[in-house]
């Protein structure tokens, strides 16, 4: 699994452009139409899948991002529907990272060793748990890299040098940058303190750094790029999912090609990245 991600970032480096990766929650507005819209993604220039596990206690998420969660447990979504949903995606795509993303108790739940089995079956590649700092490694952390997942964790502004350290003990995959405090989906962070930060990071650590929030446009995603190995979007194409659908919260026709479009645009910015920094 953890050859996949690997790969991929290598393929990257080489090519001298930051990834793009892609957040959506798994399930929203339903299955059938979040099926279409992962599928969309690395045909519209995504370059690792954050898929979003649906939780009914979204502590960490802005507003954008617990509607999608409250949309997709309505429609019916599972942790195990989230694992097939990832399985279904294989069947077309074998080489995009998938990360699956989201809250500890529902994968407390299901059980650890049965989650990971299934996540391996489903050809999952990284975890990211907000909630499970590093002093509960023994919890998943640990079981997920013995069986060759990736555990990714966050870092943020006020994870200081002293802090860093224990935080990106067992970290693997990439190191996700939250370029600024509070829920998601907040302002566009100060692009030099970004540039400041990630190189911090890489001080203590090999592996890459993607950063995130607040990431809306090409131009963000530009900016950004210029310092960071990958650019996270996720409120912004939640947000798109949202204002295309009915008032009902149901899919319509323009709903998979309204973020195939944002994303798109999102990967001209990150593509185009470099050549800012060598400008």
Not at 106 to 124: K, M
Not at 188 to 215: E, M, N, W, Y
Request: hydrophobic share 45%; proline share 6%; aromatic share 6%.
């Amino acid at each position: 699994m953890t050859a996949r991600m690997d790969k991929r970032f290598a393929a990257l480096k080489a090519e001298g452009r930051p990834a793009l990766v892609t957040y959506f929650m798994g399930g929203d507005p339903d299955y059938d139409t979040s099926l279409g819209i992962m599928k969309a993604l690395p045909e519209a220039g995504a370059d690792v899948i954050e898929l979003g596990m649906p939780f009914s206690d979204p502590m960490a998420d802005g507003p954008a991002i617990q509607l999608a969660g409250q949309r997709a447990l309505k429609a019916g979504q599972t942790l195990k529907k989230t694992l097939q949903l990832a399985a279904d995606f294989r069947n077309v795509d074998a080489d995009t990272p998938i990360v699956m993303m989201g809250y500890y108790n529902p994968i407390y739940i299901y059980g650890v060793e049965n989650f990971l089995d299934d996540a391996i079956a489903a050809g999952i590649d990284g975890l990211i748990v907000v909630d499970l700092p590093p002093e509960m490694d023994d919890e998943l952390c640990i079981p997920a890299i013995r069986k060759g997942i990736n555990f990714i964790r966050l870092a943020t502004p006020t994870t200081d040098d002293k802090r860093l350290p224990t935080v990106l003990k067992n970290t693997t995959g990439f190191v996700y940058y939250v370029s600024m405090n509070g829920i998601t989906g907040s302002a566009l962070p100060d692009p030099s303190l970004v540039s400041g930060a990630v190189k911090r990071i890489k001080q203590h650590t090999d592996l890459p750094v993607c950063v995130g929030f607040g990431v809306k446009t090409a131009e963000h995603a530009k900016l950004i790029g210029a310092s960071a190995d990958g650019v996270v979007v996720g409120t912004a194409i939640v947000n798109q999912i949202a204002t295309s659908l009915t008032k009902d919260g149901n899919a319509t026709a323009d709903t998979i090609q309204a973020v195939a479009t944002l994303v798109r645009g999102l990967s001209t910015g990150t593509r185009s990245a470099r050549l800012v920094a060598a400008e």
